[in-house]
């Protein structure tokens, strides 16, 4: 079973039309919760992270929160320059001392103008 | 410009044949390591290194190998032993490995022909 769950895989919006990315995680204890960009062909641009339920954090049409299970990126009014691959990954309290994040799957994102 | 360099951006490689793909950062990070990216998966970790001289294996090491001589180096080498050899490579950096942020490269696409 995984550890980090992304869904949907694939979302195709229309410009201006607000959504969500979801993230569940099953870890026990969580010590941070990472949120990355990633163009075709490039390496991950961070976003966010987020340490405690509760927490917030924005970036332009972006809004990540965070529960005690799930983390959701809100994306509001999307513009094509938007669409990528969304990729979140997890900080195991404790994981052995080397608190390596674990990987989701990533949502692939497509916005139409 | 601080960053992370990997190069080359596109390897060709024949069956049987060691490569060698290259990781520099001049972030000043003591931590460095090395993932796997193929279609539908998460980032899969290869190697990390903690410190120069010092490395450990993550979830998918077999085939692979890496040295950690300088602060700023982290090669991996992907060896003949590796029987899935097609993907893309990404190398990161971190401040320490139990912080949190880890900051990409633009990633290596190696093909076996």
């Known amino acids: 079973e995984d550890q980090v769950t992304q869904s949907p895989e694939a979302l195709r919006l229309q410009e201006g039309e607000s959504s969500s990315l979801n993230c569940s995680y099953t870890v026990s204890g969580l010590r941070g919760l990472f949120w990355y960009r990633q163009d075709p062909g490039k390496g991950p641009e961070f976003l966010f992270t987020?340490?405690?339920a509760g927490e917030e954090k924005e970036k332009e049409r972006l809004k990540a929160t965070l529960t005690k299970k799930e983390s959701f990126l809100h994306i509001t009014a999307p513009k094509p320059e938007d669409s990528a691959t969304y990729l979140c990954a997890v900080q195991e309290r404790e994981s052995g001392g080397s608190y390596i994040p674990t990987f989701g799957r990533g949502t692939s994102l497509i916005v139409h103008p | 410009d601080g960053g992370i360099t990997q190069s080359p951006k596109y390897l060709f490689r024949k069956e049987g044949q060691n490569v060698t793909l290259s990781c520099e950062q001049n972030l000043n990070h003591d931590a460095m390591y090395w993932y796997r990216q193929d279609p539908g998966q998460g980032l899969r970790l290869i190697y990390y290194s903690q410190i120069v001289n010092d490395f450990q294996k993550g979830d998918i090491a077999e085939g692979y190998s890496v040295s950690r001589e300088k602060k700023e180096s982290f090669p991996l080498t992907v060896t003949s032993a590796q029987k899935n050899p097609t993907a893309f490579y990404l190398c990161a950096s971190s401040s320490a490995v139990n912080t949190d942020t880890q900051y990409f490269g633009p990633g290596t696409r190696l093909t076996v022909l």
């Open positions: 987020l340490y405690s």
